[in-house]
């Protein structure tokens, strides 16, 4: 038999080698591929959060620039409450704001209360935003979550000298001068703040 015809096949112990390189990159790409799959959704969770969270605080700005006061109507109010949590700022927010009506059909005024206060879900934190037409028959309007993966809310008015986490329209007798809300998330296990400044278009008499 010519030396061709004997090396033409495969020892058995090429093929094991040959098996377990096939196996080991098998697995390196499978565990890419994975890896990949799974930095894609966490970048997309994120996504998510960051467009929630905006919406969110341009919603508070918008509205505290529209507050509405008056010390002759008790029902427009500007109320800020310090509920510290551990340590963990876990503000209240209620006020009397304006808002566009949601359409022709629907008897609304414009002018809503709106509340915002934190609460546990599933053992997580999250943020709950309560709104009522003022001048509804309605006693009660339902919370709904509004945002996340919170960790904390804090809310500081500014009597133009210094911040303070609580204020009540009707005892301090006007709208605060300037509005800061400072959020907390965990992000990527981070915790991640974000803060906005907004001041009440009128005082209110």
């Not at 096939?22 to 591929?33: P, Q, R």
């Not at 890896?35 to 509205?63: F, K, N, P, Q, Y």
């Not at 507050?67 to 209240?92: H, I, M, W, Y």
């Not at 133009?160 to 300037?178: Q, V, Y």
Request: proline share 2%; net charge positive; hydrophobic share 40%.
């Amino acid at each position: 038999m010519s030396d061709t015809s004997r090396n033409s096949g495969f020892t058995l112990l090429e093929v094991l080698i040959a098996v377990v390189l096939l196996g080991i990159l098998s697995a390196a790409l499978y565990g890419s591929y994975f890896g990949v799959l799974r930095a894609r959704d966490r970048a997309s969770s994120g996504m998510e959060s960051r467009r929630e969270l905006g919406a969110t605080l341009d919603l508070i700005r918008r509205e505290v620039s529209s507050a509405q006061f008056n010390r002759s109507d008790k029902r427009l109010r500007f109320v800020v409450e310090d509920r510290d949590s551990f340590g963990t700022p876990s503000s209240t927010l209620a006020l009397t704001t304006l808002l566009p009506t949601a359409g022709q059909n629907r008897k609304e005024s414009g002018i809503v209360t709106v509340a915002y206060r934190m609460a546990e879900k599933n053992k997580k934190r999250i943020l709950t935003r309560h709104e009522r037409d003022l001048f509804s028959e309605e006693e009660t309007a339902v919370a709904y979550p509004q945002m996340e993966q919170i960790t904390a809310f804090l809310v500081e008015c500014y009597d133009g000298s210094k911040w303070l986490k609580s204020w009540d329209s009707a005892i301090n007798g006007t709208l605060p001068k300037g509005v800061r809300v400072t959020v907390q998330i965990e992000d990527a296990g981070k915790t991640v703040e974000f803060s906005l400044l907004s001041a009440p278009r009128v005082n209110g008499s």
